[in-house]
């Protein structure tokens, strides 16, 4: 079936740096992609929506210049966060439907550990 | 506004025996309701999806149910195993693409 698949599954990065999280389709055409941020015991928090070639549509509240969204293919979708703060840690999850998977299900991603320190 | 309510927070149970999870939504228009696994640290696992008109869809020991007049589902375990210890997080959506996530039910199973 259908596979998600998201790189690095843990990164440590210092405060202020920039760290990008991949997220690819592995055999199928992610038309549409999205990236979640789960707290600890918390359900997954919509950040943004992404269509491939088209910019991110971002949630209320989720402050697009730190979190840089690409689509720039038809599967692999970046995100990226920008002068990490430690605050910024947590658990970012994507997903992704497409051709496919459309009107089927939505797969998601393994996760990425964000830890500043 | 679209919210999905989960119950119950979480539970524990003997292995061997069965468990009933309950979601209750208010998502509308529906289009689906999906059941996901979650592991700790992992993405999470489909493992029902089911549209209006379906009532009842099996996964191995898991059954999931949907009552669409009273906006209810409930995922049923069967015969638990230690591996079923997770999260299970009920997810609506109201079109293909705009989900509505419950907080999830942590189940923990016993030996």
Redesign the interface.
Known sequence: GAV?S?HPSRVICKSGTSVKIECRSLDFQAT?M?WYRQFP????M?MA?SNEGSKATYEQGVEKDKFLINHASLTLSTLTVTSAHPEDSS?Y?CSA?GWRA??????????S?LTVV | KNQVEQSPQSLIILEGKNCTLQCNYTVSPFSNLRWYKQDTGRGPVSLTIMTFSENTKSNGRYTATLDADTKQSSLHITASQLSDSASYICVVSASDYKLSFGAGTTVTVRA
Not at chain 1, 102 to 111: Q, S
Request: proline residues 0%; charged residues 10%; aromatic residues 20%.
């Open positions: 998600v998201q549409t999205f015991k918390k359900s997954l919509l929506t658990f999850i439907t459309a009107g089927n299900t939505i797969y998601f991603g393994e996760g550990w």
